[in-house]
T-cell receptor, first 114, second 116 residues
């Protein structure tokens, strides 16, 4: 099955600086890669996603890049703000042959220092 | 409310008892997923339904776990003979699949199970 590794487990950055979280996946057949933000005690919420036919996607201060050859994808947050503090999860999904569940990384606790 | 709804939000049970959780997906979504999340970990996939059909089950879903979605709308997840290791947050998510791709999955608030 799919295995997703996520690094770092904790990331502390100064407000206004950029943050980068990296993930690798094992199954080359995976074709969908979402990123979720989870605040303490709340549900995971999708912040951005990318499909395997695209190399990069941007939405305001958030961007995701995908390297299918290397099987890794990254989340980039620019001009970080205090409300960006949360746990971020990457995930990978293979859709086909009846399979459809997301495999998540272990999460990155992002701390924005004022 | 147009989001995914889960009940109850919290459940405390004694070891060996059976528990049942309910998930109401977003109404137009035909796919429904169950995940389990323990402290400091990402959600782990358990099972999913397309309409009323259960299409995939993780090996994490032991024979004490059973999920149903009888009319293709709400779903229930039952855990029989609960063990302390079952203590976790149980998350439900739903999505819609058209002829080409799945839409994003929306998560509910979860049911936090504590087995004492």
């Amino acid at each position: 099955g799919e295995n997703v590794e996520q690094h770092p487990s904790t990331l502390s950055v100064q407000e206004g600086d950029s943050a980068v979280i990296k993930c690798t996946y094992s199954d080359s057949a995976s074709n969908y890669f979402p990123w979720y933000k989870q605040e303490l005690g709340k549900r995971p919420q999708l912040i951005i996603d990318i499909r395997s036919n695209v190399g990069e996607k941007k939405d305001q201060r958030i961007a995701v890049t995908l390297n299918k050859t290397a099987k890794h994808f990254s989340l980039h947050i620019t001009e970080t703000q205090p409300e960006d503090s949360a746990v971020y999860f990457c995930a990978a999904r293979y859709s086909g042959g009846g399979a459809d569940g997301l495999t998540f990384g272990k999460g990155t606790h992002l701390i924005i220092q004022p | 409310d147009t989001g995914v709804s889960q009940n109850p939000r919290h459940k405390i049970t004694k070891r060996g008892q059976n528990v049942t959780f309910r998930c109401d997906p977003i109404s137009e979504h035909n796919r429904l997923y169950w995940y389990r999340q323990t402290l400091g970990q990402g959600p782990e996939f358990l099972t999913y339904f397309q309409n009323e059909a259960q299409l995939e089950k993780s090996r994490l879903l032991s024979d004490r776990f059973s999920a149903e979605r009888p009319k293709g709308s709400f779903s229930t997840l039952e855990i029989q003979r609960t063990e302390q290791g079952d203590s976790a947050m149980y998350l439900c998510a739903s999505s819609s699949r058209n002829w080409l791709v799945n839409t994003e999955a929306f998560f509910g608030q979860g049911t936090r199970l504590t087995v004492v």
